[in-house]
């Protein structure tokens, strides 16, 4: 148990749905991150919010919609997705800035069909 | 544009052995440099990590070395434990930005 808490753990959904990731951590972490992790490649970073603004959006395709509320929650909404999306999406947060001791969700396994 | 790059897929080890994972990277503005380790169907979890103004962080059983010169990085297991078995990630970041190797699996035979 890192402290961070991603829901769900799986989600299967086709590519005319919309649905949403949530993140939380009660670390009192004020960064929060996005990555993607598909099959055989390294770890991708989405988005970085610091203190609840998003600093960074490693060109990611606007079918990916981060949002962070508060700094204990982050969420990022998913509609019209391909296929080629399907991947782990993982929840990190850290004290500050990203290049810091990160700690992760378990991640949300995504299909899309 | 992989700018941390794992080349070693897989490492085998004897258990009481030493593990060396090696890291490479390209760019040279990085100036932090972590260690990451996974289990099955759980998130990354932080090793140990170095910024660039050192060659060498300790903690217990892992060394991290850096060689600025030569871009390259490695994570020494001593000694290596069947529950080291994972895979292990480095990463390389500056500013906003932190890159990840693709990972080594490493498995440490009883």
């Known amino acids: 148990e890192t402290g961070v808490t991603q829901t769900p753990r799986h989600l299967v959904m086709g590519m005319t749905n919309k649905k949403s990731l949530k993140c939380e951590q009660h670390?009192?972490?004020?960064?929060m991150y996005w990555y993607k992790q598909s099959a055989k490649k390294p770890l991708e970073l989405m988005f970085v919010y610091n203190f609840k603004e998003q600093t960074e959006n490693n060109s990611v395709p606007s079918r990916f919609s981060p949002e962070c509320p508060n700094s204990s929650h982050l969420f990022l909404h998913l509609h019209t997705l391909q296929p080629e999306d399907s991947a782990l999406y993982l929840c990190a947060s850290s004290s500050d800035r990203v290049n810091t001791e990160a700690f992760f969700g378990q991640g949300t396994r995504l299909t899309v069909v | 544009d992989q700018q941390v790059k794992q080349n070693s897929p897989s490492l085998s080890v004897q258990e009481g052995r030493i593990s060396i994972l090696n890291c490479d990277y390209t760019n040279s503005m990085f100036d932090y440099f972590l260690w990451y380790k996974k289990y099955p169907a759980e998130g990354p979890t932080f090793l140990i990590s170095i910024s660039s103004i050192k060659d060498k962080n300790e903690d217990g059983r892992f060394t991290v070395f850096l060689n600025k010169s030569a871009k390259h990085l490695s994570l020494h297991i001593v000694p290596s434990q069947p529950g080291d078995s994972a895979v292990y990630f480095c990463?390389?970041?500056?500013?906003?930005?932190?890159?990840f190797g693709a990972g080594t699996r490493l498995t440490v035979k009883p």
């Open positions: 670390l009192g972490h004020n960064a």
């Open positions: 990463a390389a970041g500056y500013n906003n930005d932190m890159r």
